[in-house]
């Protein structure tokens, strides 16, 4: 098969291209749809592809609680009223940030938005009940708290609280029925230690070996025997006198037979 040679006039043209180099075509201008479709190419490689298994970003709310957590209250107030219109619980959290901090007036007045936006929000009115609680003001957390379970009658919490503010109005079987009733509810009641979430449950007690007499009796009624003998030892730490009453009471009666018990009645703690 025959091909075409190139004339001698095309292979002077070639020359002179070559000679004076290919930077003419650089010069050259790009096409339009050259231009575009390199864009479009650059734009595919660089793309991020969104990853269905990456979790959604976190809320204000959500991050507000990560600062909670770690007891950066400021932070979490400022986040969580990052909110243009915050929800009650967002509202009944910020007052237990404040709470936290010892800014009660501030708590109360949140406590308070979170309960109007939503009257029966039996965390908050619990909380409105701790300030009062916190001012001395007995009488009327014992109103609040009865208020909150109202609407939340099934809370070992305020069950708890309740307890407290009649233990702190010297009613010492009402307390002691509060006590029980919120043990029934939830065994560890008085054992949790968190210091996140929506509702606040009263520790600040002024007689405090008192109360560890009445925590041990109950649990003494409820047959956990080593958490009573804890508190029989702590309420001896803080000082109560009457110790006959670990001796005499009904209540006592199966741990009066075990070693432990016999040696805590000899034993003379140092009270703290």
């Given at each position: 098969?025959l091909?075409?040679?190139?004339?001698a006039?095309l292979?002077?043209?070639?020359?002179?291209?070559?000679?004076?180099g290919?930077?003419?075509?650089?010069?050259?201008?790009?096409?339009?749809?050259?231009?575009?479709?390199?864009?479009t190419?650059?734009?595919?490689?660089?793309?991020?592809?969104?990853?269905?298994?990456?979790?959604?970003?976190?809320?204000?709310?959500?991050?507000?609680?990560?600062?909670?957590?770690?007891k950066?209250?400021?932070?979490a107030?400022e986040?969580?009223?990052?909110?243009?219109?915050?929800?009650?619980?967002?509202?009944n959290?910020v007052?237990?940030?404040?709470?936290?901090t010892?800014?009660?007036?501030?708590?109360e007045?949140y406590?308070?938005?979170?309960?109007k936006?939503?009257?029966?929000?039996?965390?908050?009115?619990?909380n409105?009940?701790?300030?009062?609680?916190?001012?001395k003001s007995?009488?009327r957390?014992?109103?609040t708290?009865?208020?909150?379970?109202k609407?939340?009658p099934?809370s070992?919490?305020?069950?708890?609280?309740l307890g407290?503010?009649?233990?702190?109005r010297?009613?010492?079987?009402?307390?002691m029925?509060?006590?029980?009733?919120a043990?029934?509810?939830?065994?560890?009641?008085?054992?949790h230690?968190?210091?996140?979430?929506v509702?606040?449950?009263?520790?600040?007690?002024?007689e405090?070996?008192?109360?560890?007499y009445?925590?041990?009796k109950?649990y003494?009624?409820?047959?956990?025997?080593?958490?009573?003998?804890?508190y029989?030892?702590?309420s001896l730490?803080?000082?109560?006198?009457?110790r006959?009453?670990?001796?005499e009471?009904?209540?006592?009666?199966?741990?009066?037979?075990?070693p432990?018990?016999?040696?805590?009645?000899?034993l003379?703690?140092?009270?703290?």
């Open positions: 098969m091909t075409e040679r190139p004339s006039s292979k002077g043209l070639a020359g002179g291209l070559i000679r004076s290919l930077i003419a075509l650089a010069l050259l201008p790009v096409p339009a749809w050259s231009q575009q479709q390199n864009l190419a650059g734009v595919r490689e660089n793309a991020v592809v969104a990853n269905p298994d990456r979790p959604a970003p976190l809320s204000n709310e959500a991050r507000a609680d990560i600062y909670m957590a770690r950066m209250y400021r932070e107030i986040t969580y009223l990052l909110d243009k219109k915050p929800s009650p619980v967002v509202l959290k007052g237990i940030a404040y709470h936290q010892g800014d009660l007036r501030t708590a007045r406590y308070q938005k979170a309960i936006a939503k009257p029966d929000y039996a965390e908050a009115i619990n409105l009940g701790t300030i009062q609680y916190a001012k007995y009488r957390a014992v109103s708290y009865k208020k909150a379970l609407y939340s099934n070992a919490s305020i069950h708890s609280n407290t503010a009649w233990f702190a010297k009613k010492y079987q009402q307390a029925e509060c006590y029980e009733r043990m029934a509810i939830d065994p560890d009641v008085f054992e230690r968190s210091t996140t979430g509702l606040l449950q009263e520790r600040s007690v002024a405090r070996a008192k109360f560890h009445y925590l041990a109950a003494a009624k409820q047959g956990r025997q080593d958490l009573a003998l804890l029989i030892r702590k730490e803080e000082g109560f006198k009457d006959a009453k670990y001796m009471e009904a209540e006592f009666a199966q741990l009066r037979t075990l432990e018990f016999e040696l805590l009645m000899k003379e703690p140092r009270v703290l």
